[in-house]
């Protein structure tokens, strides 16, 4: 089971955000096998954003940061097939034009998941399930997929 990271995940897991979300992102990002983790390339630039913008790291450390994500999972590029299905998403659910492609990224690799705190919890399309890490029940799809890490 495959499974892609929205980026504020990632903020989370670089210490952007509260203690609490921060403690289970770092935990999360742990347990879960470095083969079924992907990382849509637009996310590794949002985060690039949010390191300099939000948390102010100058850019050479958040460069530095943003490329350690690339280094430890799979990143893919969005493809002109990726944006037209974000665009009917966006049209057809009212997604933010950025988080369709997120969902249409992941569809298009064959992810089952999309962490991420942004989204609709629980929503699928094409297969893909958002799923909020940081809602105290666990999803059984996450649950499966960290139980299967933990066998490995």
């Known amino acids: 089971m495959r499974v892609a990271i929205d980026t504020n995940v990632l903020a989370y ?24 983790v992907l990382l849509p390339a637009q996310v590794l630039g949002e985060l690039m954003l949010v390191l300099t913008r939000k948390a102010g790291r100058i850019r050479e450390a958040a460069r530095d940061a943003v490329l350690g994500w690339a280094d430890s999972f799979d990143v893919v590029d969005s493809t002109w097939s990726s944006f037209q299905a974000a665009f009917d998403l966006s049209v057809t659910h009212e997604f933010r034009m950025w988080d369709a492609l997120v969902m249409s990224v992941a569809a298009e690799n064959r ?18 399930t958002i799923v909020n890490p940081f809602l105290p029940e666990e ?14």
């Not at 979300?21 to 999360?28: D, E, K, P």
């Not at 991420?116 to 929503?123: I, V």
């Not at 999803?139 to 490995?152: F, H, N, T, V």
């Open 111 to 128: 992810c089952r998941i999309v962490l991420s705190e942004d989204l609709q919890h629980g929503f699928t399309w094409r297969g893909v």
């Open 13 to 36: 897991a670089e210490g952007v955000g509260d203690a609490e979300r921060c403690r289970i992102a770092v935990g999360l990002v742990d347990q879960l096998p470095e083969t079924a």
């Open 139 to 152: 999803s059984p799809l996450l649950k499966a997929i960290l139980s299967q890490a933990a066998e490995e």
